[in-house]
């Protein structure tokens, strides 16, 4: 294995290799909180020269960590809805040196999830537009 080296802060959206040629329907986000950070999400139909003219969507993923909270934002896409999968899925996976006291929905509703010995936070997919709330 070779070690990978992540400045912090960084979130990297990962996907299946079979869907490099068309927007993936399940992402997984590994995220490396530390201050506040941002990815803007770019999908295309991956087939034709049509993001030339506009049709592409962009979303928005931020992280705001603390020492007390970390909040993940997976915010409502702009652009070009049709060439997104319907359904779309995140998986996140979280660096965390520490396991979480509670890990909610910013709306208060519980999110499943569960701890990795590798210091990998990880939550059941969730469909976006999403907040997420990680108490320490």
């Known amino acids: 294995r070779l070690p990978l080296f992540v400045r912090g802060g960084a979130?990297?959206?990962?996907?299946?290799?079979?869907?490099?040629?068309?927007?993936?329907r399940a992402l997984q986000l590994l995220v490396y909180p530390q201050g506040r950070?941002?990815?803007s999400?770019?999908?295309?139909?991956?087939?034709?020269?049509a993001y030339r003219t506009g049709r592409f969507a962009e979303t928005t993923i931020t992280?705001?960590?603390?020492?007390?909270?970390?909040?993940?934002?997976?915010?409502?896409p702009t652009g070009e809805p049709a060439v997104l999968p319907p359904g779309r899925t995140y998986e996140l996976r979280i660096r965390a040196e520490a396991t979480p006291r509670s890990v909610t929905l910013t709306d208060g509703s519980p999110v499943h999830w569960r701890m990795e010995p590798t210091n990998w936070l990880v939550l059941a997919p969730v469909e976006g537009p999403a907040g997420i709330r990680i108490g320490w």
């Open 41 to 49: 999400l770019y999908d295309d139909d991956g087939e034709s020269t």
């Open 37 to 39: 950070s941002q990815l």
């Open 11 to 24: 979130i990297l959206p990962l996907a299946d290799v079979a869907s490099v040629h068309r927007p993936a």
């Open 63 to 76: 992280c705001d960590a603390a020492a007390v909270e970390t909040v993940i934002g997976i915010e409502r």
